[in-house]
């Protein structure tokens, strides 16, 4: 259930496509300034292969903080598969300085709410219409803040979305503050625990009503993390295996060193699968979750604190409103401040 697996599954969809969207130059990336509503500034970028497929599928691919839709582009692979398979690519930019995704708001964690993953809604209608595009072959994917913006992609457009593959992320809602771009570091360190009925819940209540079928999800997370801690990954777990109706810690399948050395594959049905190294589970504790959208009340804060002279790695977290751990960055990287929650070594 790989992403390229996804990928491969377009060579049924055929030849190329020539219609009015060679309005687009093709085979680079090119930013879209029109594309509908966009009440929270999304940059909206848009990769259209030389060889577009008949109603061609599409992947939403949503950057990691500090990150751009061009790095994004250049660091993945997903333009390159485009070119085999005729599938077009949806780069979302995020507007906030640091670039993080707006996963903590009342506005992005509801449906049409005019948050962040309204706009990006509103860049996959566009594509659907001005490609004529398969709207039954549409997937989310992202890394990090991406990756959570993934997980709430799938919770606030469901419609949308065939499938969801998130790599090192947490469960929608686990970051809310209630306030916009915010940075919640008892979720990021993974110490908000909850049950898989209440974090299904929280999917619930962001687009209340909702009825209709679910997007499959795929969710990656390594051990090593010291940026979005590994128990995130159970987490996630619980929260669409309360969606799918599935027992979190009940896998159907339970597949060692795959789809690599170290690695394993949890397989709870057709709907959900995870994939990790070896997880600790952490001491449980509670945090305000987005049970309603209609409050917004912002978690405590703490000072940052060196913790005993210890160093984070590359890339790893440093600093920021409520951060306790690390302080200091492993040689040669240093401690750079990504905004007022989040400073990362680079």
């Not at 409050?295 to 060196?306: G, R």
């Amino acid at each position: 259930m790989k992403f390229s697996s996804i990928a491969s599954g377009l060579l049924a969809l055929g030849a190329s496509f020539a219609s009015a969207a060679e309005m687009v130059k093709r085979a680079s990336l090119q930013q879209v300034t029109n594309f509908g509503s966009n009440p929270s500034g999304v940059k909206m970028y848009i990769y259209v292969p030389n060889k577009l497929a008949t109603k061609p599928a599409i992947i939403v691919a949503i950057h990691y903080c500090s990150g751009t839709a061009s790095a994004y582009y250049q660091g993945t692979q997903y333009a390159q598969l485009a070119e085999t398979y005729g599938y077009i690519v949806i780069y979302p930019e995020s507007p906030y300085s640091g670039t993080c995704w707006d996963v903590s708001s009342p506005a992005s964690l509801t449906h049409n709410g005019g948050g962040n993953s309204n706009s990006i809604a509103n860049m996959v209608t566009y594509t659907i219409n001005q490609y004529g595009a398969d709207a039954s072959k549409v997937f989310v994917t992202g890394t990090s803040s991406g990756a959570m913006m993934t997980n709430v992609m799938a919770a606030t457009y469901p419609e949308m979305f065939a499938a969801g593959s998130a790599y090192a992320g947490v469960a929608a809602g686990c970051f809310y503050t209630g306030t916009v771009n915010g940075w919640n570091s008892t979720c990021s360190q993974g110490q908000s625990i909850h049950t898989q009925q209440e974090w299904a819940n929280t999917v619930y209540n962001m687009y209340p009503g909702y009825t209709g079928a679910r997007p499959k999800m795929l969710i990656h997370h390594g051990s090593a993390d010291t940026t979005i801690y590994p128990q995130n990954f159970n987490e996630t777990m619980k929260q669409w295996a309360g969606v799918f109706g599935y027992t979190y810690g009940q896998p159907q399948q339970t597949i060692a060193n795959n789809p690599a050395s170290g690695w394993t594959k949890y397989v709870y049905g057709p709907n959900l699968v995870g994939i990790t190294t070896a997880v600790t589970t952490t001491a449980a504790s509670t945090t305000t979750l987005a049970t309603s959208t209609k409050t917004s009340t912002a978690p405590a804060t703490t000072s940052s604190a060196s913790n005993g002279g210890c160093t984070s790695q590359r890339w790893g977290q440093c600093g920021g409103i409520g951060w306790t751990g690390c302080s200091a960055c492993v040689s040669p990287y240093t401690c750079q401040k990504i905004n007022d929650w989040y400073s990362q070594c680079l």
